[in-house]
């Protein structure tokens, strides 16, 4: 298969030129820009959690058996990713303004 994005994906270019109209009417709006930049970050950090647990299940299923993590590293991987989440769930209330 020898296509490029040259040829004909016009999907692609849609796309590409929305992402940069909208970015430009954003800018243009005057809308506080380091507002938009920290509320993409809160919600990163929200959404982590979700990612990070169904990255550790995807791998636990669908990578075939010699390529899956094993023995200590599995452990360290698992532990830190844990922790992470925990942090991420622990902090969704106070971004919420819930406690």
Do not use: Q
Not at 16 to 30: E, K, P, Q, S, T
Not at 53 to 61: C, D, N, S, T, V
Not at 64 to 91: D, N, Q, S
Request: some cysteine; overall charge negative; aromatic content about 10%.
């Amino acid at each position: 298969m020898n296509e490029s994005l040259n040829k004909s994906n016009i999907g692609f270019y849609t796309i590409y030129c929305l992402a940069h109209v909208i970015g430009a009417i954003i800018v243009l709006m005057n809308i506080d820009l380091v507002d938009i930049a920290v509320s993409v970050e809160v919600m990163n950090a929200l959404l982590l959690p979700i990612v990070l647990g169904f990255l550790l299940m995807l791998e636990a299923k669908a990578l075939p058996k010699e390529y899956r993590m094993h023995g200590i590293y599995r452990f360290l991987v698992t532990g830190a990713c844990l922790i992470v989440m925990a942090f991420g769930i622990y902090m969704v209330g106070p971004t919420l303004g819930i406690w």
